[in-house]
């Protein structure tokens, strides 16, 4: 699986846009960029992904540049529960064999303030 | 999506003892994770549980430390054998389920004094 760069933390103000950068420039054409977080003391929780086209869903939103070597994750309204651990994976989507888990990267550290 | 139980949620636990966390999911589910994650880092694959064979540990991890059984679809065990103080983590289990992505239990926070 393709490797990933985010930065270790960001700040964001709360009811602003939270825009998380990751880089993945050498994804391959059949990986997927997801998107999980990590909010203190729980287990990941599954956000997003998408493979090249723009995704949103009731949480968030995921922007992929044309060339597929970045993305986005954006929060549109960050509320102080929105403090977590992003982590950014790119992988194959598929769920058996082989290439059925998940690596994260060190992510990073959202910290909403109010 | 699927929804896992795993108890305990914590515990602290003597060196040289054993610990043995279980992951219940409320359906069936061909593969099940177990994943460490050590204080202040992210998570690490320790080994993919298959029901009705043996389990493939991630370089670094042996089977006579971190034994684990899979005996049906919904269940799986993971024990930490002979622990010391190193082995305080937290330790999570994990589903992958086709069209929801994968999903993880609360963790079981393990300190070892």
């Known amino acids: 699986d393709a490797k990933t760069t985010q930065p270790p933390s960001m700040d964001c103000a709360e009811g602003r846009a939270a825009n998380l950068p990751c880089n993945h420039s050498?994804?391959?054409?059949?990986?997927?960029v997801y998107w999980y977080r990590q909010i203190h003391s729980q287990g990941p929780q599954y956000i997003i992904h998408g493979l090249k086209n723009n995704e949103t869903n009731e949480m968030a939103s995921l922007i992929i540049t044309e060339d597929r070597k970045s993305s986005t994750l954006i929060l549109p309204h960050a509320t102080l529960r929105d403090t977590a651990v992003y982590y950014c994976?790119?992988?194959?989507?598929?769920?058996?064999?082989?290439?059925?888990?998940?690596?994260f990267g060190k992510g990073t550290k959202l910290s909403v303030k109010p | 999506s699927a929804v896992i139980s795993q108890k305990p949620s914590r515990d602290i636990c003597q060196r040289g003892t054993s610990l043995t966390i279980q992951c219940q999911v409320d359906?069936?589910?061909?593969?099940m994770f177990w994943y460490r994650q050590q204080p202040g880092q992210s998570l690490t694959l320790i080994a993919t549980?298959?029901?009705?064979?043996?389990?493939?540990?991630e370089s670094g991890f042996v089977i006579d430390k971190f034994p684990i059984s899979r005996p049906n679809l919904t269940f799986s065990t993971l024990t930490v054998s002979n622990m010391s103080p190193e082995d305080s983590s937290i330790y999570l289990c994990s589903v992958a389920v086709l069209n929801y992505g994968y999903t993880f239990g609360s963790g079981t926070r393990l300190t070892v004094v």
């Open positions: 050498t994804i391959s054409g059949n990986e997927y």
């Open positions: 359906s069936q589910v061909t593969m």
């Open positions: 549980a298959n029901q009705g064979s043996e389990a493939t540990y």
């Open positions: 994976i790119v992988r194959v989507a598929t769920y058996g064999g082989s290439q059925g888990n998940l690596i």
